[in-house]
């Protein structure tokens, strides 16, 4: 705590106190704490007045922050410079804006000890949405903002419920590997989607083609077959023969493992992805 800007000034009280940390010291004088505090000659009781012995938080290292598909940020950070007094408060402000004028303050911690880990998690972002977020820590000297960046919130998932993916032919068969004649896949895939239109897509990773769907922009290798777009419907739909049908080439070797995919998505939603395997046998 600062020393009083005004009125009666307590030496041990009011000033060793800033300056040392405590009040039990004895027979401390005038020349000695100003000495300490780094005031020059003459010494005065006068200069004390508003002293404090510490400065603002002055740097964290080693700081991140991500948004996942949930709509929760989490933050971390490591303290490097507390100013030379403790923390007694932290957080993080978020905001769309660049200005931390405009931003949310979130008080997450009353501590934060030097040379140590500091976590903060604020739920409730929006998807698609561009956030920037500062760090603050605060001591009795006062409060520093250290920014972090923005990031751009990921697209929600999309809503799927209840999906089970049924292997079938030679997916299900000891025929799935190696076999350069593939016919197979899942039959039937069940789901359901109440709130948005669904697109499945059903392939392998033993071709030497690739598919890249646009949304995300993620390559996965193999022949691939597409259904939908399917509207929504609050009750289990179900999707028969929804596989890969003699183009679908297996370039598998003996000892490796075999990979099918089943895929959800629509515009404006990150992919549900389910991945199925069998690893071949040895030869």
Same mark, same amino acid.
């Given at each position: 705590?600062?020393?009083p ?8 009280a009011?000033?060793n ?5 405590n ?5 401390v004088s005038?020349?000695t704490?100003?000495n300490e505090?780094g005031?020059?000659?003459p010494?005065?009781m ?14 964290i290292?080693?700081?991140?922050f991500?948004i ?6 989490s933050a971390?950070?490591?303290m490097?410079?507390?100013g030379?007094?403790?923390?007694t ?5 978020i905001?769309?804006s660049?200005?931390?004028g405009?931003a949310t303050?979130y008080?997450q911690h ?11 998690n ?6 698609n ?6 760090i603050?820590?605060k001591?009795?000297a006062?409060?520093?903002? #250290?920014s972090?960046? $923005?990031?751009? %919130?990921? /697209?929600p998932?999309?809503?799927?419920? @209840?999906?089970?993916? *049924?292997?079938s032919?030679?997916w299900?068969?000891a025929?799935y590997?190696?076999n350069?004649?593939?016919?197979g ?13 669904t ?14 769907h ?9 022949c691939?077959?597409? #259904?939908?777009?399917f $509207?929504?419907q %609050?009750? /289990?739909?179900?999707?028969?023969g929804? @596989?890969?049908?003699? *183009?679908?080439y ?9 990979y099918?995919y089943a895929?959800y ?6 992919d ?7 690893a071949c046998?040895s030869c």
């Amino acid at each position: 705590m600062a020393v009083p800007s005004s009125g009666q000034l307590r030496l041990r009280a009011d000033i060793n106190q800033e300056v040392n940390g405590n009040d039990t010291d004895d027979n401390v004088s005038l020349g000695t704490l100003s000495n300490e505090a780094g005031f020059t000659d003459p010494d005065n009781m006068s200069e004390f007045y508003g002293y404090q012995a510490c400065t603002a938080p002055t740097q964290i290292g080693s700081q991140s922050f991500s948004i996942n598909t949930a709509g929760n940020l989490s933050a971390q950070a490591i303290m490097r410079g507390n100013g030379g007094c403790d923390i007694t408060e932290c957080g993080v402000y978020i905001g769309t804006s660049s200005s931390i004028g405009s931003a949310t303050k979130y008080n997450q911690h009353s501590t934060w000890g030097m040379h140590s880990w500091r976590y903060f998690n604020v739920s409730g972002m929006a998807s698609n949405t561009t956030y920037y977020c500062w760090i603050y820590a605060k001591n009795d000297a006062g409060e520093t903002q #250290f920014s972090l960046g $923005s990031t751009t %919130s990921p /697209p929600p998932i999309i809503p799927v419920t @209840g999906n089970t993916e *049924t292997k079938s032919g030679d997916w299900a068969s000891a025929n799935y590997c190696p076999n350069f004649n593939f016919n197979g896949g899942f039959n039937p895939i069940v789901w359901t989607n109440s709130s948005s239109y669904t697109n499945i897509d059903v392939y392998g990773n033993n071709s030497t083609s690739a598919f890249q769907h646009a949304t995300n922009n993620a390559a996965y290798p193999g022949c691939k077959n597409t #259904f939908g777009a399917f $509207s929504p419907q %609050s009750s /289990p739909r179900t999707k028969y023969g929804a @596989g890969l049908r003699g *183009t679908c080439y297996d370039y598998s070797t003996c000892g490796n493992t075999r990979y099918i995919y089943a895929r959800y998505y629509y515009s404006g939603y990150s992919d549900l992805l389910v991945t199925t395997s069998r690893a071949c046998p040895s030869c």
